[in-house]
Structure formats: structure tokens, C-alpha cells
């Protein structure tokens, strides 16, 4: 089975910090694609990023990028210059040709971003 | 472009009582989902549609319906709601099946 693990249930940094939230995911397949969605309080699911597992160049979104690692099955989330409107719940998800056409979650991982 | 809006935002019923979701999306995408949100979990696929007047089973269908009459609106019905589906509800939608924007949610609470 597809599985995607978020090994940190909890950060924080201060703001302007620079912070990485780690994502791991497992399959056998070649065609997939990964992402990274946001959930602040008011729960509304947000895409922040996308990378196509047949890119080998990482995807980046204004102060968003990844470390997308296919051989490790790694796919990390880099915050640079933290901002308190980035604290929320963090979700990695990928999806696969074959995944009956649903997104396959991770736990989430909640950051706080401190004044 | 209001994009993907959800009714209503939140709602209690009484064990056994029915009711619909709504959800609606401006960007004539073909697909559609529902997903469910319990604590401390990622989302799950309670059902899809690829387009209108289509509909499939997702990973727990178990006590909802769904239909797609138009392109632009997915319901998703619960006929004898049980404390068990008490959750978070989000509707998404997509043009291409794997990149999916969502809605903000319905909050429902079953006594």
C-alpha cells in the first residue's frame, strides 16, 4: 500500500527563521506526482506546492521550496523567512496513476511560528 | 471566481436524521471529490466523480451518497446520520485528476 509519513507532529521557530518540515512516502511506482497543502485555524486546505516525480528540478513557490529526493523517497518542505501567517497544520500527500484517484495523506505536521 | 464554496458551513443533527452537503465549483474542472477530516488524521476519499453524471467509491463510502447531475455541483448525502460521521467534511475539485483545490469545509456534529 502507498503510505506517507510525517515523522515531526510539531514545530515552532521564530519569525524570519528559516524551517523544514520533513515528509517520506513509498511506492513502487514511477508516475506520480507530491504536494504540500496548508491548513490554518480557519481549516480551509490550501496547495502550496507540487512536484512531478518525473522532474528532477525542485519546485519553488515565492518563500516554498522542496528537497525532492526520488531515490530516498524524500520530499521536504523549506520555509525561508517565516512569516505568523505561516503557522498551520502542514500536510504532504502524494498521488499515483493507479491511486483510484485519491490523494494519500500524511499525518500532518503543526508549525508555530513564534514573534 | 469564487472557486470551490461549500454549504453549509457547519451543522448538528440528531442520530438517524438525513441531510445534504453542497458543494459547488466555479472553474469547470471535471472532477470532483468528498473527503472526510477526523482528528490527528489526514484526509480520506468517501467518494469521487470524474464528470457529470458519473460517481465512484473512494476508501470509506460506507453511509454516504453522492450524485453529479451538474458538472459544476457535487451533494453528498447522508441518509441516517450516526455519531460515527461526525468530521469535517471538504469538497475539492480538479481539471487533471491528481492536482485538487479545496473548499473550506463543513463541520458537522452528530448527537
Known amino acids: 500500500a502507498q503510505t506517507v509519513t510525517q515523522s515531526q507532529p510539531e514545530m515552532s521557530v521564530q519569525e524570519a527563521e528559516t524551517v523544514t518540515l520533513s515528509c517520506t512516502y513509498d511506492?513502487?511506482?514511477?508516475?506520480?506526482?507530491l504536494f504540500w497543502y496548508k491548513q490554518p485555524p480557519s481549516r480551509q486546505m490550501i496547495l502550496v506546492i507540487r512536484q512531478e516525480a518525473y522532474k528532477q528540478q525542485n519546485a519553488t513557490e515565492n518563500r516554498f521550496s522542496v528537497n525532492f529526493q526520488k531515490a530516498a523517497k524524500s520530499f521536504s518542505l523549506k520555509i525561508s523567512d517565516s512569516q505568523l501567517g505561516d503557522t498551520a497544520m502542514y500536510f504532504c500527500a502524494s498521488w499515483y496513476v493507479d491511486s483510484n484517484y485519491q490523494l494519500i495523506w500524511g499525518a500532518g505536521t503543526k508549525l508555530i511560528i513564534k514573534p | 471566481n469564487a472557486g470551490v464554496t461549500q454549504t453549509p458551513k457547519f451543522r448538528v443533527l440528531k442520530t438517524g436524521q438525513s441531510m445534504t452537503l453542497l458543494c459547488a465549483q466555479d472553474m469547470n474542472h471535471e472532477y470532483m471529490y468528498w473527503y472526510r477530516q477526523d482528528p490527528g488524521m489526514g484526509l480520506r476519499l468517501i467518494h469521487y466523480s470524474v464528470g457529470e453524471g458519473t460517481t465512484a467509491k473512494g476508501e470509506v463510502p460506507d453511509g454516504y451518497n453522492v450524485s453529479r447531475l451538474k458538472k459544476q455541483n457535487f451533494l453528498l448525502g447522508l441518509e441516517s446520520a450516526a455519531p460515527s460521521q461526525t468530521s469535517v467534511y471538504f469538497c475539492?475539485?480538479?481539471?487533471?485528476?491528481?492536482?485538487?483545490?479545496f473548499g473550506p469545509g463543513t463541520r458537522l456534529l452528530v448527537l
Open positions: 511506492t513502487s511506482e514511477n508516475n506520480y506526482y
Open positions: 475539492a475539485s480538479s481539471y487533471q485528476p491528481d492536482t485538487q483545490y
